[in-house]
């Protein structure tokens, strides 16, 4: 079974300047979820989908950070504009509802400089 | 906030069992402890769950105590490649919830 796919790896840009990130769930998968990890932190949750429809996005900041999930499936993170602060590895996750399991993809690593 | 207290960091050798604790005094009677780690450069992956039985699966054990206040994750014969932070989760299951992942602890395996 292929596991959860993200894109691009890693990520360098200037501040001020906009990035996107593409997530790929495993197929089947109805929640997906996108998580920011800081240097040295534990992951900390953005916003969740459950199919096309937004569950939690309380912890996103709405005013420079967007994401869609159309069609259900693979899903989309836009930061505009970028800040510095906003330098972390972006995790995309997707859930195994019978299990009730988390499946991590290898994550985007942004430097924002 | 987490809801989990684990020690930062823990050393083990090679071949030898890991025994990671977490204090989860607060958790509630419809509350799963969860178990991910991440190893360098990866996202987390999941290790093991239970709700008060103990449970083993083919990557660990996780004991938890008879009043549900902590619980042991036991790695029987810890590798170089389970060098990781290990981190201790306490969800309740089936709602979808998001994780709260704390600092975890840091494991680190030597030969």
């Known amino acids: 079974e292929a596991g959860v796919a993200q894109s691009p790896r890693y990520k360098i840009i200037e501040k001020r300047q906009s990035v996107a990130f593409w997530c790929n769930p495993i197929?089947?998968?109805?929640?997906l979820y996108w998580y920011q990890q800081i240097l040295g932190q534990g992951p900390k949750l953005l916003i969740q989908?459950?199919?096309?429809?937004?569950?939690?996005d309380s912890q996103l900041p709405k005013d420079r950070f967007s994401a869609e999930r159309l069609k259900g499936v693979d899903s989309t993170l836009k930061i505009q504009p970028a800040k510095l602060e906003d330098s972390a590895v972006y995790l995309c996750?997707?859930?195994?509802?019978?299990?009730?399991?988390?499946?991590f993809g290898p994550g985007t690593r942004l430097t924002v400089l | 906030d987490a809801k989990t207290t684990q020690p930062p960091s823990m050393d083990c050798a090679e071949g030898r069992a890991a025994n990671l604790p977490c204090n989860h005094s607060?958790?509630?009677?419809?509350?799963?402890v969860y178990w991910y780690r991440q190893i360098h450069s990866q996202g987390p992956q999941y290790i093991i769950h239970?709700?008060?039985n103990n449970e083993t699966n083919e990557m660990a054990s996780l004991i938890i105590t008879e009043d549900r206040k902590s619980s042991t994750l036991i790695l029987p014969h810890a590798t170089l490649r389970d060098t990781a932070v290990y981190y201790c989760?306490?969800?309740?299951?089936?709602?979808?919830?998001?994780?709260?992942f704390g600092k975890g602890t840091t494991l680190s395996v030597s030969s």
């Open positions: 996750a997707s859930r195994e509802t019978h299990t009730d399991t988390q499946y």
């Open positions: 197929s089947g998968h109805a929640t």
């Open positions: 989908f459950q199919n096309n429809g937004v569950v939690d």
């Open positions: 607060t958790i509630s009677g419809n509350e799963y």
């Open positions: 239970g709700l008060k």
């Open positions: 989760i306490v969800i309740v299951t089936q709602a979808g919830t998001a994780l709260i």
